[in-house]
């Protein structure tokens, strides 16, 4: 067995199990009852979310714009700016529902079904790209080029749904927030 197998496995095993504990976490988190008393900045998280996501969505339109024109450098600068104000979201997105907050979009409004699709989508693909963008990082970084080209021309597009999906389902449910 090669060097490169051997870490590519390792790589497959430390991504699914981050991948796993995230998705538990979030689903965890949807099960706790709601605080009676917020934080001062607990309101403002889902706006914060959603801005967080629309910088992302801009990110990775210019980072796909950048490795068509062969700019590797800032390809690779603004894919790491994306990943991290990702990890910024999730991070906000966990402590705004770690307060148990729960927003229902009204069953009488005529674009319910549009919103479930959107929101529903939305999550199943944050799950499944989760995965798929730690390991095209993984691969980018190890120099395993063709191998993060073949990932990417699916996790580049999920990514980017989710992203501008996040926006949607905010400006969507945000007139519904009772703070």
């Known amino acids: 067995m090669t060097d490169t197998t051997s870490q590519n496995r390792n790589a497959k095993r430390i991504v699914g199990t981050l991948s796993l ?3 538990g976490l979030v689903i965890l988190l949807n099960n706790l009852p709601q605080q009676s008393s917020l934080p001062w900045f607990v309101p403002w998280l889902p706006r914060l979310n959603a801005t967080l996501n629309a910088i992302c ?11 068509r024109l062969h700019r590797i450098d800032w390809h690779k600068k603004l894919n790491l700016t994306a990943f991290g104000l990702s990890t910024v979201f999730l991070l906000s997105y966990v402590l705004f ?9 009204p069953e009488s409004n005529p674009l319910r079904p549009f919103y479930l699709t959107i929101l529903i989508s939305h999550i199943v693909l944050a ?13 980018a970084l190890s120099a395993q080029i063709e191998t993060h080209r073949r990932l990417t021309r699916w996790s580049m597009p999920i990514w980017l749904y989710v992203t501008s999906t996040g926006v ?11 703070f």
């Open 57 to 67: 969505t801009v990110l990775l339109l210019l980072s796909w714009r950048m490795i």
């Open 97 to 105: 529902h770690s307060f148990g907050i729960e927003t229902k979009f």
């Open 127 to 139: 799950a499944v790209v989760l995965p798929m963008v730690l390991l095209s990082f993984y691969y």
């Open 168 to 178: 949607l389902v905010y400006l969507m449910i945000s007139p519904y927030y009772s």
């Open 21 to 23: 504990v995230v998705l």
